[in-house]
């Protein structure tokens, strides 16, 4: 049973960076299913910001509300992947999870713990 | 963007009596393939969400069967038979069609 294990700071400083990293048990990150950044705030619900995905070769899919901002890497050597936001606002103050997409069902069948990320000076 | 809209967004009810949860999409989720790419997730108190329903009335392995979906196109509903206190929570409709992946408000279910 695949398992996803978040971690990362749970503050971040205005117009910093906000990384996080997602450590995946139980499968691959290079498996053929989809790894996933999803976001939940009072103000703005859940939110998909974007995955990574290997088929054939790597690919990446962004919303664009974060489009500029984001970059989502896997690590293979770690079996794990990361998401990075940059020049965060108070606007990115949100609980973030990452979650496992399978292609052929189309959902998401595992989520990780979650992690409080305040952005706050 | 296709958006969801849930109705109602609170969901008062009494342990026994059943429970529906109307989910609307903007736009048509019945794929070319005959699939209706709608998920149901349910958020419990202090937890992450998990799948209830994919493809608009497969019920994900483990959930009980008092939980149905059904719908198709624009219009899915989500109906528990009989209320639980376990079932307390937040349920969001989620379409699974085209990026980018989009959630409904949630409902919340709270027991009487």
């Known amino acids: 049973q695949v398992q996803l294990q978040q971690s990362g700071p749970g503050l971040v400083r205005p117009s910093q960076t906000l990384s996080l990293t997602c450590a995946i048990s139980?499968?691959?990150?290079?498996?053929?299913?989809?790894w996933n950044w999803i976001r939940q705030s009072p103000s703005r619900g859940l939110e998909w910001l974007g995955r990574?995905?290997?088929?054939?070769?790597?690919?990446?899919e962004y919303a664009e509300s974060v489009k500029s901002r984001i970059t989502i890497n896997p690590d293979t050597s770690k079996n794990q992947f990361s998401l990075q936001l940059n020049s965060v606002t108070p606007e990115d103050t949100a609980v973030y999870y990452c979650?496992?997409?399978?292609?052929?069902?189309?959902?998401?069948?595992?989520w990780g713990q979650g992690i409080l990320v305040t952005v706050s000076s | 963007d296709i958006v969801m809209t849930q109705s109602p967004l609170s969901l008062p009810v009494t342990p026994g009596e059943p429970a529906s949860i109307s989910c609307r999409s903007s736009q048509s989720l019945l794929d070319s393939d005959g699939n209706n790419y709608l998920d149901w997730y349910l958020q419990k108190p202090g937890q992450s969400p998990y799948l209830l329903i994919h493809l608009g009335s497969n019920r994900a392995s483990g959930v009980p069967d008092r939980f149905s979906g059904s719908g198709s196109g624009t219009d899915f509903t989500l109906k528990i038979s009989r209320v639980e206190a376990e079932d307390v929570g937040v349920y969001y409709c989620v379409q699974v069609l085209l990026i980018p992946i989009t959630f409904g408000q949630g409902t919340r279910l709270e027991i009487k």
């Open positions: 979650a496992r997409w399978q292609h052929v069902r189309h959902t998401f069948d595992s």
């Open positions: 139980g499968d691959r990150v290079s498996s053929n299913v989809a």
């Open positions: 990574t995905y290997f088929m054939s070769k790597w690919h990446n």
